[in-house]
Nanobody, 125 residues
Framework: HVQLVESGGGSVPAGGSLRISCTASGLAFERQKVGWHRRAPGTDCELVSSIDIDDSTYYIQSVMGRFDISRDNSKSTVYLQMNNLKPEDTGMYYC????????????????????WGQGTQVTVS
């Protein structure tokens, strides 16, 4: 049974930091590309950051220099360190894992095809 569990969300003031985690079970984690998607109120779900099996990374422009994604295969976990948080970073953050992800697809389609977590809420005020 494949499962992704996110944790670490919360409410912080602007300029604060959070680290959210995504822990996987039931799959060969070291073979998975993992991404964090964000769904903010009134906006489409978007890919915020991803990490490949060779540790290469992607960041949406609005978080470059502030967010850092990393993985620990021994713990089947991906982390997203978020620094200097802004109100526009507010949203539900979802973790996704896949061997051949199509990152450009819409979130409902991605969620139906791939391992997808329940989300963790990040609120920046």
């Amino acid at each position: 049974h494949v499962q992704l569990v996110e944790s670490g969300g919360g409410s912080v003031p602007a300029g604060g930091s959070l680290r959210i985690s995504c822990t996987a079970s039931g799959l060969a984690f070291e073979r998975q590309k993992v991404g964090w998607h964000r769904r903010a109120p009134g906006t489409d779900c978007e890919l915020v950051s991803s990490i490949d099996i060779d540790d290469s990374t992607y960041y949406i422009q609005s978080v470059m220099g502030r967010f850092d994604i990393s993985r620990d295969n021994s713990k089947s976990t991906v982390y997203l360190q978020m620094n200097n948080l802004k109100p526009e970073d507010t949203g539900m953050y979802y973790c996704m894992a896949a061997t051949r992800p199509k990152w450009g697809e819409r979130c409902p389609i991605l969620a139906s095809k791939n391992a997808w977590g329940q989300g963790t809420q990040v609120t920046v005020s």
